[in-house]
């Protein structure tokens, strides 16, 4: 049927009448240039549309004029008056008190504001309110500083929090799978009943702790920050022969980024550390001992662990390893997927399943298989935006697994004004 008969037409008719490949009309779509509708997931363009398109083109070529440009950006707009008596930070509003408690100046040049030493501390940031920089400016720099091996990471808090959801998911749906849990100490098994009676779920990001964040961050938003989950399933001990009460044997997974850093910055830049992770399981062995209970716990960190903490966990050779009779440990790096645990602790083996689900890499590595079979098929042009709405996962891991196929060779990324980040075949 001719193409001239129907008010709509696909990428690939449009193409055909104008004799210029799908990929050009695909950017000419993304760009905006051409309008189009999204009909069943594709595109579908109006020959008036098109006859409009080419007829801005044909003026264009008349007259070519440059656009007016605007007037000069004002270097700061509205500059804050006489400095007041008492001295407060220009970031977070916090009295500053002497030199001691002053960190340093505004780093706009000519800004001059003073910052306490806690936002001066920062220095990915060391800006006023009104000079801060966005995300993307800090992670440009945390990601240049990367390259030249002065961080050991920039890990985003989007892709935390799409690391620690996927962990815990997976936790859940494993430990739920077994009809039964057996005791580490005393081998017998404990039935369930019913999970969501034993289970509870825990987040240190509450509104609270929110609340605190956003005196630095004023536009804070919950959607973009990891939230540190726990997940903890609590078995009452069955009648022994000491039989003493409060007894529980626990099986817990739970993640720790550094809220502080993400929300500042919106990514992290360092390994979770030994003192961390130390007073956590002091805390947690102190409480079991009270009750004489037994936790099995997964840590797992989003960005990964120092070699110190690791060899805590791990023992062995001139390392002091943590053990404690209260409480079995493994730690999980959600990064790397890579699990550490001391191979001589019988308590943990049967449980340590329970800690490797689906890590981060190996979805990432599942979307990039699943672009490149969508993409063999076409010759067209996909938003990640698009691909994270059809595979209900964050675009930040979208674009790690098209940088996977860019690095493996014949797949292009590249920028549409209105669309973002696009990935099609290299032509
Ligand atoms: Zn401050
Ligand atoms: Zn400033």
């Not at 409009?52 to 000069?72: F, H």
């Not at 098929?377 to 964050?394: H, Y």
């Not at 690095?407 to 209105?418: I, L």
């Amino acid at each position: 049927m001719g193409s001239q008969l129907k008010e709509f037409l696909t990428i690939q008719e449009v193409a055909e009448w104008l004799g210029v490949s799908d990929k050009t009309v695909s950017r000419l779509v993304l760009s905006g240039q051409l309008p189009a509708t999204k009909v069943g997931g594709l595109y579908r363009l109006r020959h008036a549309d098109i006859q409009e398109y080419l007829e801005k083109q044909k003026l264009l070529l008349q007259s070519r004029t440059r656009p007016p440009e605007g007037p000069p950006l004002q270097a700061s707009v509205e500059r804050a008056g006489p400095a007041a008596p008492a001295v407060s930070c220009a970031r977070c509003g916090r009295l500053v008190k002497g030199l001691a408690q002053r960190g340093g100046d505004c780093q706009e040049p000519d800004c001059r504001l003073p910052l306490c030493r806690t936002c001066w501390s920062n220095d990915y940031d060391r800006y006023c309110r009104q000079h801060r920089r966005s995300r993307e400016q800090k992670l440009e720099m945390a990601r240049l500083r990367h390259a030249r091996g002065e961080i050991p990471l920039a890990v985003t808090a989007e892709e935390a929090r799409q690391r620690e959801f996927t962990f815990i998911e997976r936790f859940e749906q494993k430990i739920e799978e077994t009809p039964y849990l057996t005791g580490p100490l005393d081998g017998v098994k404990y039935p369930v009943a019913s999970w969501d009676a034993i289970r509870l779920r825990s987040r240190e990001l509450d509104e609270a702790r929110l609340a605190r964040l956003r005196l630095v961050q004023p536009e804070l938003s919950p959607d973009l920050l990891p939230q540190n989950l726990g997940s903890c399933y609590n078995l009452p001990k069955p009648r022994s022969r000491t039989e003493r009460r409060g007894a529980m044997l626990s099986i817990c997974a739970s993640v720790f980024s550094d809220l502080e850093e993400m929300a500042a910055n919106g990514f992290s830049a360092s390994l979770t550390g030994r003192a961390f992770l130390l007073k956590i399981l002091e805390d947690r062995a102190a409480a079991n001992k009270a009750t004489d209970s037994f936790t099995v716990q997964g840590l797992a960190s989003p960005v990964g662990w120092t070699r110190e903490a690791a060899e805590m966990i791990e023992g062995g050779n001139g390392t002091t390893s943590f053990s404690s009779l209260y409480i079995a440990v493994c730690l999980i790096d959600l990064g790397a997927g890579r699990l550490f645990f001391n191979p001589t602790d019988t308590r943990l083996k049967p449980f340590i399943p329970l800690f490797l689900g689906e890590l981060y890499y190996e979805t990432v590595q599942k979307i990039a298989g699943q672009v490149r079979e969508r993409l063999a098929q076409s010759r067209s042009i996909m938003t990640l935006k698009d691909v994270a709405e059809k595979l209900g996962v964050e675009e930040s891991t979208v674009k790690e697994a098209c940088l996977l196929l860019e690095k493996e060779g014949g797949f292009q990324m590249e920028t549409f004004p209105g669309f973002g980040l696009t990935i099609s075949r290299k032509s």
